[in-house]
């Protein structure tokens, strides 16, 4: 025990020896100083207890006569008290080269066991702290068992990369299972589960578990609580269970990964618990930069409004991000599964957007998106966030102290069909921008509700709100719409708090209501019963992911005519006749066939075969982006299939406006020349508060100029969003803070 690295067999047997001498002079069941570098003979513990302490702590190196164990002193005069200092022998665990007493190498277990061993001591004394009985009875014996002679893993460090493997690389569950009945019958002798449910028992013995919470066929109610012990829903009636293969199973899961226990394992670790700290402790601030949320005007403001919070750095602030997925990976399939992700922005910048710090806090189940039913869902994850909010005793690591944990939810993260959901207010029709609510900028088309009238952002004396002909056939005399009051946002939600989830319309279809008829809020959502949710400045991010995938789709497709996704159809001709503007492009009727004439901003065939040309000739440093190529069709003349976010993301910004220079007219690529740089600069690692009130003024004259170009069909609800992402940085920071990239 005093020549071994923990868990070798040298050390294993120590400590075994170490037992067995104190069993024969300690009653089975008595309590015994323990003493580990910890403990250091100033705590009693059961002899289980001790055990445990010795193989995860290692002996105090002090510790060289068991005098307080029944061996004798050499002199009776001398009292062998330990006179250490509680954190004396912290850094020596910390390091990771010394574990206790004379270290010595040994070759059977490396060291790459080191930091599973680290995690396992540091949960073991978190749990205790809390007041619980560890349970890794299992996980320490396979801690002591080498996987096979020679190997340098032992069985748990073994099946803890295999599932890191697993998560990190994608592999199914077939595939892994497959690799684990290979592994075990290579080594039998390892004794390797052979399926992925057996090794993910490791997980939950570690306390990474979920549970399963029943829930209405139609989405009323979560079978928990009051409910647990019913058969069928209070609200509609329907039946808790359904009959398959003669065995009773219930209809849909909820499945609930608890998020306190996981957020209190991020301060059992002293490296992580440190990392939480970082933003109040060492994170060095630049004027007019901003790099991490720490530097934005929301986070900013909570402090302000909520001093006790910001007090004490080790307070979390969590970002909750949600969208829907096909679990099958088949888009013929209508499937749709939601996870409902945490994410803790208290780390630093390159911790902060790491997956590995995302926790899934909820999974909800398809096979249809869960509409105004998804408060339902939330139910957990809300208890959970009011409990943060009051408190939750939590021990810390760095500090080995207990302190009063709290949490607040500073923003959400999801694509804008999702926001909507979350919200609980409409994203589509006349009021589809979240941002200005009163007088908004929308118009109805011809077959559509268009964004158009950017001049209102200008100043009230910019030349450009005396033409007509260039954009809407009007002056533009108003200025840029208004925000809600909280006293109006309170109003509007008072009206649909009655609105209930589940089955409770009437089975009539809702009549269209006009411009004046404000349809906005179609229920309170359940983020409200937080008590500092309307306090929140930027409750909601617009996803600049989504937002760059859309314009993206709108250049291409119109500059293309790509069927089904150019804004040049003869109905966005015919707003332009309702709108007495650009007469050379309104249709005319020849015979029986209403014929549109070219548009200048449509590229000629042989412009579009030089440009298709450009795209498949691009080249990219390795792992920077897609092959452009593959989405070119065979004879070189158009784009063809769904392009990738982070494709969209490359062309808009850099490739689009490299290609068009000499193709169009200067005007048009000007304009897109400008949008692509626009989106570069917001999306850079750091902004400058001076940079990105620079883009507050220019985005409008950007989008002013691409309207007197495109026609008003051009301009959705997503191309508007763009004016506001200006605003949304200023408040959050940096955009890798608010996008969906990482989810």
Same mark, same amino acid.
């Given at each position: 025990?005093?020549?071994?690295?923990?868990?070798?067999?040298?050390?294993?047997?120590?400590?075994?020896?170490?037992? #067995?001498?104190?069993?024969?002079?300690?009653?089975?069941?008595?309590?015994?100083?323990?003493?580990?570098?910890?403990?250091?003979?100033?705590?009693?513990?059961?002899?289980?207890?001790?055990?445990?302490?010795?193989?995860?702590?290692?002996?105090?190196?002090?510790?060289?006569?068991?005098?307080?164990?029944?061996?004798?002193?050499? *002199?009776?005069?001398?009292?062998?008290?330990?006179?250490?200092?509680?954190?004396?022998?912290?850094?020596?665990?910390?390091?990771?080269?010394?574990?206790?007493?004379?270290?010595? #190498?040994?070759?059977?277990?490396?060291?790459?066991?080191?930091?599973?061993?680290?995690?396992?001591?540091?949960?073991?004394?978190?749990?205790?702290?809390?007041?619980?009985?560890?349970?890794?009875?299992?996980?320490?014996?396979?801690?002591?068992?080498?996987?096979?002679?020679?190997?340098?893993?032992?069985?748990?460090?073994?099946?803890?990369?295999?599932?890191?493997?697993?998560?990190?690389?994608?592999?199914?569950?077939?595939?892994?299972?497959?690799?684990?009945?290979?592994?075990?019958?290579?080594?039998?002798?390892?004794?390797?589960?052979?399926?992925?449910?057996?090794?993910?028992?490791?997980?939950?013995?570690?306390?990474?578990?979920?549970?399963?919470?029943?829930?209405?066929?139609?989405?009323?109610?979560?079978?928990?609580?009051?409910?647990?012990?019913?058969?069928?829903?209070?609200?509609?009636?329907?039946?808790?269970? #359904?009959?398959?293969?003669?065995?009773?199973?219930?209809?849909?899961?909820?499945?609930?990964?608890?998020?306190?226990?996981?957020?209190?394992?991020?301060?059992?670790?002293?490296?992580?618990?440190?990392?939480?700290?970082?933003?109040?402790?060492?994170?060095?601030?630049?004027?007019?930069?901003?790099?991490?949320?720490?530097?934005?005007?929301?986070?900013?403001?909570?402090?302000?409004?909520?001093?006790?919070?910001?007090?004490?750095?080790?307070?979390?602030?969590?970002?909750?991000?949600?969208?829907?997925?096909?679990?099958?990976?088949?888009?013929?399939?209508?499937?749709?599964?939601?996870?409902?992700?945490?994410?803790?922005?208290?780390?630093?910048?390159?911790?902060?957007?790491?997956?590995?710090?995302?926790?899934?806090?909820?999974?909800?189940?398809?096979?249809?998106?869960?509409?105004?039913?998804?408060?339902?869902?939330?139910?957990?994850?809300?208890?959970?966030?009011?409990?943060?909010?009051?408190?939750?005793?939590?021990?810390?690591?760095?500090?080995?102290?207990?302190?009063?944990?709290?949490?607040?939810?500073?923003?959400?993260?999801?694509?804008?069909?999702?926001?909507?959901?979350?919200?609980?207010?409409?994203?589509?029709?006349?009021?589809?921008?979240?941002?200005?609510?009163?007088?908004?900028?929308?118009?109805?088309?011809?077959?559509?509700?268009?964004?158009?009238?950017?001049?209102?952002?200008?100043?009230?004396?910019?030349?450009?709100?005396?033409?007509?002909?260039?954009?809407?056939?009007?002056?533009?005399?108003?200025?840029?719409?208004?925000?809600?009051?909280?006293?109006?946002?309170?109003?509007?939600?008072?009206?649909?708090?009655?609105?209930?989830?589940?089955?409770?319309?009437?089975?009539?279809?809702?009549?269209?209501? *006009?411009?004046?008829?404000?349809?906005?809020?179609?229920?309170?959502?359940?983020?409200?019963?937080?008590?500092?949710?309307? *306090?929140?400045?930027?409750?909601?991010?617009?996803?600049?992911?989504?937002?760059?995938?859309?314009?993206?789709?709108?250049?291409?497709?119109?500059?293309?005519?790509?069927?089904?996704?150019?804004?040049?159809?003869?109905?966005?001709?015919?707003?332009?006749?309702?709108?007495?503007?650009?007469?050379?492009?309104?249709?005319?009727?020849?015979?029986?066939?209403?014929?549109?004439?070219?548009?200048?901003?449509?590229?000629?065939?042989?412009?579009?075969?030089?440009?298709?040309?450009?795209?498949?000739?691009?080249?990219?440093?390795?792992?920077?982006?897609?092959?452009?190529?593959?989405?070119?069709?065979?004879?070189?003349?158009?784009?063809?299939?769904?392009?990738?976010?982070?494709?969209?993301?490359?062309?808009?910004?850099?490739?689009?406006?490299?290609?068009?220079?000499?193709?169009?007219?200067? *005007?048009?690529? #000007?304009?897109?020349?400008?949008?692509?740089?626009?989106?570069?600069?917001?999306?850079?690692?750091?902004?400058?508060?001076?940079?990105?009130?620079?883009?507050?003024?220019?985005?409008?004259?950007?989008?002013?100029?691409?309207?007197?170009?495109?026609?008003?069909?051009?301009?959705?609800?997503?191309?508007?969003?763009?004016?506001?992402?200006?605003?949304?940085?200023?408040?959050?920071?940096?955009?890798?803070?608010?996008?969906?990239?990482?989810?």
């Amino acid at each position: 025990i005093t020549n071994g690295r923990k868990f070798t067999p040298s050390y294993t047997l120590g400590v075994e020896q170490f037992m #067995e001498f104190v069993k024969q002079r300690s009653p089975e069941h008595a309590h015994i100083s323990c003493p580990c570098t910890r403990c250091l003979n100033q705590s009693r513990r059961a002899q289980a207890v001790v055990h445990d302490h010795l193989l995860l702590f290692g002996m105090s190196a002090a510790y060289t006569r068991w005098t307080h164990h029944g061996e004798s002193a050499i *002199d009776a005069n001398v009292e062998f008290t330990e006179q250490v200092h509680p954190h004396e022998y912290d850094g020596i665990w910390e390091s990771h080269h010394y574990d206790g007493i004379h270290v010595s #190498e040994e070759p059977n277990v490396g060291d790459q066991a080191i930091p599973d061993l680290e995690m396992l001591s540091e949960l073991y004394a978190a749990a205790e702290e809390d007041g619980q009985l560890p349970n890794f009875t299992r996980v320490l014996k396979d801690l002591k068992r080498t996987l096979c002679p020679g190997s340098s893993h032992s069985r748990f460090s073994f099946l803890v990369r295999l599932l890191r493997i697993k998560s990190r690389y994608r592999i199914s569950n077939t595939t892994f299972n497959a690799i684990l009945k290979l592994l075990s019958s290579a080594f039998p002798d390892s004794k390797l589960p052979s399926t992925y449910d057996d090794a993910n028992k490791y997980l939950r013995e570690l306390g990474l578990g979920y549970d399963e919470i029943h829930v209405c066929q139609n989405n009323c109610v979560l079978f928990r609580k009051t409910y647990a012990n019913m058969d069928a829903c209070p609200k509609c009636k329907q039946s808790r269970w #359904e009959d398959k293969d003669g065995k009773r199973v219930p209809r849909k899961v909820l499945r609930h990964f608890p998020l306190i226990p996981r957020l209190k394992r991020m301060f059992a670790s002293s490296r992580t618990a440190k990392d939480l700290q970082w933003h109040g402790t060492r994170r060095e601030t630049v004027e007019g930069q901003m790099s991490h949320p720490a530097d934005g005007k929301a986070w900013k403001h909570f402090d302000d409004k909520y001093n006790w919070f910001a007090k004490d750095a080790r307070n979390l602030r969590l970002a909750v991000a949600t969208d829907g997925f096909n679990p099958f990976g088949n888009f013929s399939t209508t499937y749709s599964m939601w996870p409902v992700l945490v994410m803790p922005l208290n780390l630093p910048p390159w911790e902060c957007v790491n997956p590995a710090n995302c926790f899934m806090s909820l999974l909800i189940p398809g096979p249809k998106s869960p509409g105004k039913g998804f408060d339902v869902f939330l139910e957990p994850l809300i208890e959970e966030l009011l409990q943060l909010w009051s408190g939750v005793m939590t021990y810390d690591a760095a500090s080995r102290t207990k302190f009063n944990l709290h949490a607040a939810v500073l923003w959400s993260i999801n694509d804008y069909p999702a926001l909507g959901t979350l919200l609980g207010r409409s994203t589509k029709g006349y009021y589809a921008c979240v941002h200005f609510d009163k007088n908004p900028l929308s118009r109805r088309l011809k077959n559509k509700i268009g964004y158009i009238g950017h001049r209102r952002y200008l100043p009230t004396d910019h030349d450009w709100r005396k033409y007509t002909k260039e954009f809407d056939g009007n002056t533009e005399e108003q200025g840029a719409p208004e925000k809600f009051t909280a006293e109006e946002v309170a109003e509007l939600l008072q009206r649909v708090s009655h609105v209930q989830p589940g089955v409770t319309d009437t089975g009539l279809k809702r009549k269209r209501g *006009d411009k004046g008829e404000r349809v906005i809020y179609n229920r309170k959502s359940a983020w409200w019963k937080l008590p500092y949710w309307k *306090d929140l400045l930027l409750p909601h991010n617009l996803d600049v992911m989504h937002i760059e995938k859309n314009i993206c789709d709108n250049l291409l497709g119109t500059l293309l005519k790509l069927e089904g996704k150019t804004k040049d159809t003869v109905s966005s001709r015919i707003d332009l006749v309702a709108m007495g503007i650009r007469r050379k492009l309104h249709p005319y009727q020849e015979g029986h066939v209403v014929k549109t004439p070219p548009a200048w901003y449509v590229l000629k065939p042989a412009q579009r075969i030089t440009f298709c040309k450009y795209l498949r000739g691009v080249k990219f440093p390795d792992g920077f982006a897609a092959n452009l190529g593959s989405y070119i069709t065979a004879d070189g003349s158009k784009v063809q299939g769904r392009m990738k976010t982070h494709s969209c993301h490359v062309l808009l910004q850099r490739i689009i406006p490299a290609g068009l220079r000499g193709l169009v007219r200067p *005007d048009l690529y #000007e304009a897109v020349a400008e949008l692509g740089n626009f989106f570069r600069e917001l999306c850079s690692r750091n902004l400058s508060v001076h940079v990105v009130q620079r883009l507050k003024q220019e985005i409008p004259l950007i989008l002013c100029k691409l309207e007197k170009i495109f026609p008003p069909a051009f301009f959705d609800v997503m191309v508007h969003l763009a004016v506001h992402l200006p605003d949304e940085a200023l408040l959050r920071g940096p955009v890798q803070y608010g996008w969906m990239y990482p989810i």
